[in-house]
């Protein structure tokens, strides 16, 4: 079963694009990723929705270092709110540095007020610039998998130019007994 919990180890330490399908948002799992990820070293991370760990992060790497501010200082994180910020986000960083993930990527392009033609050309865009990072660095996109008809119209582009593609699975919640006494 392939879960963020059990990805393989190398996946932020090669160099190559990585496409992560995931059924739910997993959000608390892409925090905990996330936590693991900055404790070994430093992160850039853009997030295509407004979504990005931070109270929850901070309480995880409390239980996990005593030097939080210090872990926290490895992560970068920019916001991108339309496909047109995704592409100026990618465009402006530098090929060499640390890894990339990108969370929800393919959310900024189901804005139904571009046209449909010009949200397809952002996309192409945004892929030559996710290969050329790849060259240089590990980057991991992340997007949920979506019944809708966009979707499948914007996959298959990131399917292409992707070096690894793993489907994950939600990790089952673990049933705990609540204490008696």
């Keep these: 079963m392939n879960?963020?919990?059990?990805?393989?180890?190398?996946?932020?330490?090669?160099?190559?694009?990585?496409?992560l399908l995931t059924v739910d948002k997993a959000r608390s799992n892409l925090t905990e990723f996330i936590a693991a990820q900055i404790i070994t070293g430093p992160l850039f991370v853009i997030s295509g929705s407004e979504w990005l760990p931070a109270f929850?992060?901070?309480?995880?790497?409390?239980?996990?270092t005593l030097e939080v501010k210090e872990t926290l200082n490895h992560l970068h994180t920019v916001r991108a709110s339309t496909c047109f910020r995704l592409f100026d986000s990618l465009a402006n960083i530098p090929s060499n540095g640390e890894p990339i993930l990108l969370l929800d990527v393919l959310h900024t392009f189901y804005d139904e007020d571009i046209s449909l033609r010009v949200r397809l050309f952002k996309l192409r865009e945004c892929c030559r610039?996710?290969?050329?990072?790849a060259l240089y660095r590990p980057v991991?996109?992340?997007?949920?998998?979506?019944?809708?008809?966009?979707?499948?119209?914007?996959i298959p582009a990131l399917r292409s130019i992707a070096d690894r593609v793993l489907t994950l699975e939600p990790d089952l919640e673990q049933i705990r007994q609540p204490a008696l006494f």
């Excluded at 929850?56 to 790497?61: D, G, N, V, Y």
């Excluded at 610039?129 to 990072?133: D, G, H, P, T, V």
């Design 3 to 19: 879960t963020l919990s059990n990805l393989p180890s190398n996946i932020t330490r090669s160099r190559g694009l990585a496409l």
């Design 129 to 133: 610039q996710l290969k050329r990072l």
């Design 56 to 64: 929850e992060l901070t309480r995880i790497l409390r239980s996990q």
């Design 140 to 154: 991991i996109l992340v997007t949920q998998e979506m019944p809708i008809e966009d979707y499948e119209k914007f």
